[in-house]
């Protein structure tokens, strides 16, 4: 069982990283450091999405080599996760949520281009993503025993809205996102989502609430907290994916949807 884990801000290594191999590979949209390791039976083959000591903001994250570089390296799926803002609010700060359902319409990556693997016309692998859940039922299912086991309480399905970093959001935009039924907001999971669907591997996300985005609350969660929250993230994410990949050893693991080929 060989298993992806994309981690971002708050979570750079994963326990026994120091006991892992560093290895560097080469895609057609560049290079990415890759770390692999053994957590519960099961390979791991872990990406920081913004680098040790975050050299890479939002905008940086190079979605399209993660995912292909992963894909190249075999990973039977791709458990990842993100601290989020929670805009629903009666999402607890320091609680998790396993998303089901997104919200990216600009289906854009940081540079303006479209949010595909399909760059050339004629491309024999080229074709529409057709899903009704974005997320992948097996992985989601192994992060919730996961985060049980771990005793920490998640919400079982909710809506991740992408937002384009770096900056945080206005409460404008917020309201229009919470009319669209969005749970909680990051600036990195959308483009893995798609990128992930179509390059066939089952992918999950996996939230943890730091603050209340602009305007949820009638008072801004302190950026004290919210850098506190940051900081107890990576101890939490570490417990759940530990416990959840037994689990996902034992799944059925299928991409959501179908690639619509023309040839």
């Not at 799926?77 to 320091?94: F, K, M, N, Q, R």
């Not at 025993?145 to 992408?162: F, I, M, N």
Request: glycine share 12%; net charge negative.
């Amino acid at each position: 069982m060989r298993v992806g884990v994309l981690t971002g801000t708050g979570t750079y290594t994963l326990p026994g990283a120091g006991e892992g191999s560093l290895e560097k590979v080469i895609t057609v949209h560049g290079d990415v450091p890759v770390t692999r390791l053994e957590l519960g039976g099961v390979e791991i083959l872990h990406i920081s999405r913004h680098g040790e000591g975050h050299t890479r903001l939002s905008n940086h994250v190079a979605h399209r080599a993660n995912i292909l570089a992963l894909q190249q390296l075999g990973v039977d799926a791709i458990a990842a996760v993100t601290v989020c803002g929670a805009v629903d609010p009666s999402v607890s700060l320091g609680s998790l949520i396993v998303f089901d359902d997104l919200h990216f319409l600009v289906n854009r990556l940081a540079d303006g281009t479209v949010c595909t693997l399909y760059d050339e016309p004629g491309d024999p692998l080229r074709g529409h993503w057709i899903y009704e859940r974005p997320f992948a039922d097996g992985v989601r299912a192994a992060l919730l025993a996961g985060a049980r086991e771990a005793g920490v309480p998640a919400r079982d399905g909710g809506c991740y809205g992408h937002v384009d970093g770096p900056r945080f959001n206005t409460r404008a935009e917020i309201r229009s996102l919470a009319a669209a039924g969005v749970t909680a907001v990051s600036q990195t999971a959308g483009p893995e989502t798609v990128l992930a669907g179509e390059a066939e591997i089952p992918y999950g996300l996996l939230g943890y609430a730091t603050d209340y985005a602009n305007g949820v609350k009638e008072e801004a969660t302190p950026v004290e907290e919210l850098l506190r929250l940051i900081g107890a993230s990576g101890e939490l994410f570490n417990s759940v994916l530990a416990h959840a990949l037994p689990w996902l050893a034992e799944a059925e693991l299928r991409p959501p949807g179908v690639i619509y080929r023309f040839e």
